[in-house]
């Protein structure tokens, strides 16, 4: 079972301190406005502001509290070291660059035996890494997380890429024994009830390796039906909310 009353929580925080600070952008619409009113047009404005950082303040946190129960340790936004060997970054060049010209099909447990083969070898350097979204431990296993939004760009996939191996060798020259994994989650699917169409990002990713996807990410975390608790968690403080959310967006038709 998923901590429902500590998720519920977390929501109706977000919800009603988003009702609190939210200002729409001042902006004249008046076609918009006269033919959908006031009040469907800022229930638009506040749904876009909301999407622009659900990532962070909904999904993390919700994903963190998943995990406790689950995992040694869990933390959201993780710093990586920033330390990496030169020859770990040649040979995370060479890997996308073949990947780039379809020279090599995805292999990540290839890949990161190829990067711990170097993860200390020649000049080592700093860099500066991405900021993990989400990390998890077990005894025996490290995973740092990208959480992205529902439908990435494709052309971003190249990045996300560099990203994942940079953070293997990062971690590897830390500590040259340590079993990782470094992936993309994506916390639903937008095509459902259709496939996440997976074959637009087949040549970067190692889709059995560094990508989860709605139920896969959610009971990964969480445990079995973990995405199904989830929904209907979501669900029952829209229901219970109803009255606090109508209310907000009544106010906007009765502003001339």
Known sequence: MIKESEIKKLLKHVLRDKFANHNPEPCSMPFHTRLLGKDRLAL??????????????????????????????????????????????????????????????????????????VCRSGTMREIRTTKVDLMLETNNELYLIDLKTAKPNIGEFKGFKRTLLEWVAVILANNPNKNIHTLIAIPYNPYAPNPYARWTIRGMLDLDEELKVAEEFWDFIGGQNTYNELLNCFEEVGVEMRDEIDNYFKKFNLIS
Do not use: C, W
């Not at 919700?62 to 129960?69: C, H, N, T, V």
């Not at 996308?96 to 190829?114: C, F, H, Q, V």
């Open 44 to 117: 638009y404005s506040f749904i876009h502001s909301l999407n622009t950082n659900f990532g962070t303040t909904i999904f993390e946190p919700i994903a963190l509290i998943l995990s406790q129960s689950n995992f040694m340790s869990s933390k959201k936004q993780y710093s990586t070291p920033k330390i990496i060997s030169e020859k770990a970054q040649r040979v995370i060049q060479n890997i996308i660059d073949e990947l780039s010209s379809a020279n090599i099909l995805p292999n990540k447990i290839n890949e990161i035996e190829k990067i711990r083969e």
